[in-house]
């Protein structure tokens, strides 16, 4: 018994989708820079637990809603990594570039 294919995407959708996965690829690159364990782990289910929650989102103005959000998390941790000194803007001196 074989599956059917899952309906195309529309480009619309299509590049929504890539945005998304750009979005929690780089959510994760920034995680493994966490110097905490257990913060680390945390961070990583909240992430999941997010994606999770919104996979059947359908309505691009909703989807485009929740990157910006995402994004604006992540810029956040970003710069919270880069003021504690383990952001990728550091050398491994401590001195910022």
Known sequence: ?????????????????????????????????????????EL???????????RNQTDELAIKMLLQHGNRNLKELQTSLELSGTGPDNNSDGKVS
Do not use: C, G, H
């Open 1 to 41: 018994m074989s599956k059917l294919p899952k309906a195309a995407l529309s480009l619309k959708q299509f590049m929504l989708r890539q945005e998304v996965l750009k979005l929690y690829r780089s959510i994760f690159r920034t995680i493994r820079q966490v110097p905490d364990a257990s913060s680390r782990r």
């Open 44 to 54: 990583r289910e909240w992430a999941r637990a997010d994606f999770r929650s919104n």
